[in-house]
């Protein structure tokens, strides 16, 4: 059973940063392709940014890209770092996992084999 585990969420002012970690264990796999997705309440969730399971390629959302950056920890665990962030990035952020995964199309609409259970972060003054 894959379990993923989120962790480093919390409230902060706008323009500070955050850094968001993802850890998948108990699964037969050595190495995942992993994604962070966020909700704000009231919308529907979002994709934020997706890495490789070597690492080699990322893609962001549009609304995060150059102030969040995704990076494996290892073959199994990834962070996103997220810098200069605003109020409207208050969010539930869940990571998701998969090792063989779909085309980046399929995986930017979500399709991912594994979730986690999601962290908050909270951007408020």
């Known amino acids: 059973q894959v379990q993923l585990v989120e962790s480093g969420g919390g409230k902060v002012q706008p323009g500070d940063s955050l850094r968001l970690s993802c850890a998948a264990s108990?699964?037969?796999?050595?190495?995942?392709?992993m994604g962070w997705f966020r909700q704000a309440p009231g919308k529907e969730r979002e994709f934020v940014a997706m890495?490789?399971?070597?690492?080699?390629?990322t893609q962001y959302a549009d609304s995060v890209s150059g102030r969040f950056t995704i990076t494996k920890a290892n073959a199994t665990s990834a962070y996103l770092q997220m810098n200069r962030l605003k109020p409207e990035d208050t969010a539930v952020y869940t990571c998701a996992a998969d090792p063989v995964p779909p085309n980046d199309a399929l995986l930017r609409r979500g399709q991912y084999n594994y979730w986690g259970h999601g962290t908050q972060v909270t951007v408020s003054s």
């Open positions: 890495i490789s399971w070597s690492g080699a390629s």
């Open positions: 108990g699964g037969p796999f050595s190495q995942y392709a």
